[in-house]
């Protein structure tokens, strides 16, 4: 019996969520742009870029380089396969962008089914990875969050970032100064010889924003293991203020969070406080050592922040596993979770001695036995094996799992919300990423019916014509008239102007798209719409008229 009522509970999770997957924004997409910064002191010939296509459905993928149409390239994908793109050396120039300024060293990928797209930057002795978010989960504001780069006066080896545009007429700026404007698919790359870790960049429309450190020693003062550091950001709309931080098989990890707003406060459970304050200013940080022993930190805040996991050196004290070496990965905060998501490890090349990669699995422990995984394109969901789940630190409660993987895609899907970290490691080598989450923006949100905007999009409802809308704010400015506006099929419909709680009755038949526009507190407005239809009215038979 507990068998049968497993294999229903993944039936009936697969069933909701294959749907639910498409509609929410996620680190999965159709559209993405991307730009690889500065790897250490390596030439381009010496370097090995690898583009990992992930597909959950079979999907044909374009690869449009910026800088010159001879380099395009095409892949048809089958439901569940991997396919890596090594970049030739002609493409590899193309999108490595290792020098301050502006340039159109980037490239564009678009598929027709969502897929997850991974990015890997490998050089003798220095590999880092990233995942690559689609355009709609991209934003106009972000925080650097980054590491001291290694003896930048002797060797060039400097902090930096690097910002892809999406649209033209795209202004770039950093601290309130205006850098640069690019066109779409233009690139801004900025290098400095010191941390830059809480600067902040700005952009007129949404742009790719990727951390580009040529080399790191973590944690800071020491004096072997320097490795590059690279990992795409999240825009702050799409910050948090609840996350648990997992530790690796490593053991011992290193944490900053950063702080978008002044008078931001943080509590954490676990981990130990290196550099910083728990109250911070706008663009402040703070450093954190949590433990595999102590079992990750869970970190909570009153205003949204952001949160970086860094691998140490291979030689740093109390490690459980000696292999790996420096490399950064985004944190999503739990309201991130997503239900399903595909990912893949990645298959190094030339001198590279990665051998050892990992799935890194987060979800609340009340329903972490809910998660099941597919590999390739089975439509079998199983359980998970080949680790066990670890009970995290603090309250709620977050555990955590190790998985190995192999050269296939996984997928894995939990009906309460998941996160999935990537990790790989090898002799004085490794890399870390975001794997596999959500990537909605929380700065607003609205709900009709009690149901989240996006997962109403194209759902017909019948017998309902009232509807109740509410708004879930967060960073916007209600010191303004106007801040909060409401539009059905593109009338304002001015009654409800700054209300956030009201009702909407629609008519039967009709299809309607309702949209709010808020205005935030750097008086930006964002937009957010769902199409929802109405059934017809069915009249009563009249029986005279049957006669």
């Not at 395009?72 to 002609?90: D, K, P, Q, S, Y």
Request: hydrophobic share 35%; proline share 3%; with cysteine.
């Amino acid at each position: 019996m507990k068998s049968f009522i497993l294999k229903l509970t993944f039936l009936l999770a697969i069933l909701i969520l294959s749907s639910v997957a498409v509609q929410a924004q996620t680190t999965m997409g159709k559209d993405f742009y991307l730009s690889v910064g500065r790897n250490g002191v390596t030439v381009i010939g010496s370097l090995n870029l690898q583009v990992r296509l992930v597909a959950s459905r079979a999907t044909t993928v374009t690869g449009t380089f910026a800088g010159g149409s001879g380099l395009n390239f095409t892949a048809t994908l089958v439901a569940g396969e991997v396919r890596t793109i090594n970049l030739t050396e002609a493409q590899r120039t193309a999108v490595y962008s290792r020098d301050t300024g502006r340039t159109s060293k980037s490239l564009r990928i678009q598929s027709t089914e969502p897929i997850s797209v991974y990015v890997l930057s490998q050089a003798l002795g220095t590999t880092d990875a990233t995942n690559v978010l689609p355009v709609d989960a991209l934003g106009k504001e972000y925080y650097q969050i980054s590491y001291a780069p290694y003896n930048a006066s002797a060797d060039a080896r400097e902090d930096g970032y690097t910002v892809v545009a999406t649209e033209s007429g795209t202004d770039v700026s950093e601290n309130g100064t205006l850098k640069t404007t690019l066109s779409a698919g233009q690139v801004y790359s900025f290098y400095y010889t010191g941390d830059m870790t809480g600067r902040r960049i700005t952009a007129s429309k949404p742009v790719a924003y990727f951390v580009s450190n040529s080399s790191a020693h973590i944690p800071g003062g020491s004096t072997i293991a320097a490795d590059c550091l690279f990992q795409q950001l999240m825009s702050v709309d799409r910050w948090g203020k609840n996350f648990f931080v997992p530790p690796t098989r490593r053991g011992i990890e290193r944490v900053r969070i950063v702080a978008s707003e002044n008078g931001t406060t943080i509590s954490q459970t676990g981990g130990s406080i290196i550099t910083g304050s728990l109250s911070l200013s706008k663009g402040q940080f703070i450093e954190l050592e949590i433990k595999l022993t102590s079992r990750g930190c869970y970190i909570a805040s009153n205003k949204p922040i952001g949160v970086c996991s860094y691998l140490p050196g291979y030689a740093y004290s109390g490690l459980t596993e000696q292999s790996g070496d420096p490399a950064i990965a985004w944190i999503p905060p739990v309201e991130q979770f997503v239900n399903l998501t595909t990912i893949a490890p990645f298959v190094p090349l030339n001198n590279s001695v990665l051998t050892n990669h990992y799935a890194l699995i987060i979800a609340a422990t009340a329903t972490r036995d809910q998660t099941i995984m597919a590999l390739g394109n089975s439509t079998t969901f199983t359980g998970l094996s080949g680790g066990s789940w670890t009970t995290g630190v603090g309250t709620p409660s977050y555990s955590f799992y190790s998985i190995p993987l192999t050269n296939q895609s996984y997928t894995f899907a939990n009906p309460a919300g998941l996160a999935i970290m990537g990790y790989g490691l090898g002799t004085a080598e490794s890399y870390y990423y975001l794997a596999g989450s959500a990537a909605r923006d929380l700065l607003a949100a609205f709900f009709v019916n009690g149901e989240h905007y996006l997962d109403v999009d194209g759902k017909k409802f019948c017998g309902i014509y009232d509807f109740h809308i509410t708004a879930q704010l967060e960073n916007v400015n209600r010191g303004i008239a106007g801040y909060l506006k409401w539009f059905i099929n593109g009338t304002e419909q001015l009654s409800a102007r700054d209300d956030e709680d009201w009702t909407l009755t629609l008519t039967a038949g009709s299809t309607n798209t309702i949209r709010m526009d808020v205005i935030d507190l750097n008086g930006d407005t964002h937009s957010y719409s769902t199409t929802i239809s109405l059934c017809k009215l069915l009249l009563p038979i009249n029986p005279h008229k049957l006669i």
